[in-house]
């Protein structure tokens, strides 16, 4: 025994335990476990022990206690944090997008060679009025339509503003590779030829790549794994007791329920 308080004993064991859960030195462990007596005692003799309430919050910290003890356990191995980084790395690394406007005179399947030769004409007429003035697509086809008309003569155009998009899509091939065969924004100085026309390509905006530095991407999959196998131990834990300690209710159970309006 280490002290006694109004005959309640605190004993060397219960203080080193408590000492090294609080990290507080012996003396202040002793200080604050007398203290819990008095408080506790006072509680006490004031009846708080018999009250509803005061045997709930018991009932609550024996279940936290349990609950440390047997489920909040932190045992994320190294090993499973970087077999979760090897399987789930793309979650972690966002890819370099890229938006674009584009001019695109049109071609069927079964255009003629005329038609096509009229397509890149206008296209490369484009181009170069693009990375002159750096005007808009729009303006420079209304601008051309003035000064070149012969050009539109065989050939339709729209202009669109395209989502952004990675390297590897959602556009065809040859518009992706246009798309990112330069490192900077502005015209792409050729024609680019797909299976819908001859494009002017404008890159407008470019989203660098963002990777998650390793030791966060390691945090919050160490938090995802804790709480998976914290939630795994719950369940079986509570399947356990259900086994062993089955629930019975009343017959009236539903209708008491019922009445309560939850």
Same mark, same amino acid.
């Given at each position: 025994m280490?002290?006694?308080?109004?005959?309640?004993?605190?004993? +060397?064991?219960?203080?080193?335990?408590?000492?090294?859960? +609080?990290?507080?030195?012996?003396?202040?462990?002793?200080?604050?476990?007398?203290?819990?007596?008095?408080?506790?005692?006072?509680?006490?003799?004031?009846?708080?022990?018999?009250?509803?309430?005061?045997?709930?919050?018991?009932?609550?910290?024996?279940?936290?206690?349990?609950?440390?003890?047997?489920?909040?356990?932190?045992?994320?191995?190294?090993?499973?944090? +970087?077999?979760?980084?090897?399987?789930?790395?793309?979650?972690?690394?966002r890819p370099e997008t890229r938006r674009s406007t584009h001019l695109l005179a049109e071609l069927r399947p079964q255009a003629t060679s005329q038609q096509v030769d009229a397509a890149r004409e206008l296209i490369e007429h484009a181009i170069a009025k693009l990375g002159a003035a750096g005007a808009a697509p729009e303006a420079v086809v209304e601008a051309l339509r003035h000064e070149r008309p012969a050009l539109f003569a065989?050939?339709?155009?729209?202009?669109?503003?395209?989502?952004?998009?990675?390297?590897?899509?959602?556009?065809?091939?040859?518009?992706?590779?246009?798309?990112?065969?330069?490192?900077?924004t502005g015209v792409v100085p050729r024609p680019v030829r797909t299976e819908f026309g001859y494009h002017a390509i404008v890159i407008t905006e470019i989203t660098p790549t963002v990777v998650t530095a390793r030791t966060e991407a390691f945090a919050t999959l160490r938090a995802e794994l804790t709480t998976a196998k914290r939630k795994a131990r719950l369940d079986a834990l509570l399947r356990e007791l259900q086994q062993r300690t089955p629930v019975r209710y009343g017959a009236d159970t539903e209708g008491r329920l019922a009445q309560l309006g939850l």
């Open positions: 280490v002290s006694r308080v109004d005959g309640e004993a605190i004993d +060397a064991a219960e203080l080193v335990r408590f000492a090294g859960a +609080a990290a507080l030195s012996p003396e202040a462990a002793l200080q604050r476990l007398e203290a819990e007596r008095l408080l506790s005692q006072e509680a006490a003799r004031r009846g708080y022990a018999g009250a509803a309430h005061t045997e709930q919050i018991a009932r609550q910290a024996l279940v936290q206690e349990l609950l440390r003890e047997a489920v909040e356990i932190d045992d994320v191995s190294e090993a499973e944090l +970087a077999a979760a980084y090897a399987e789930q790395q793309a979650r972690f690394e065989n050939v339709t155009t729209r202009v669109e503003t395209l989502q952004a998009a990675t390297a590897t899509g959602p556009f065809v091939p040859e518009y992706s590779e246009a798309l990112f065969s330069q490192p900077e």
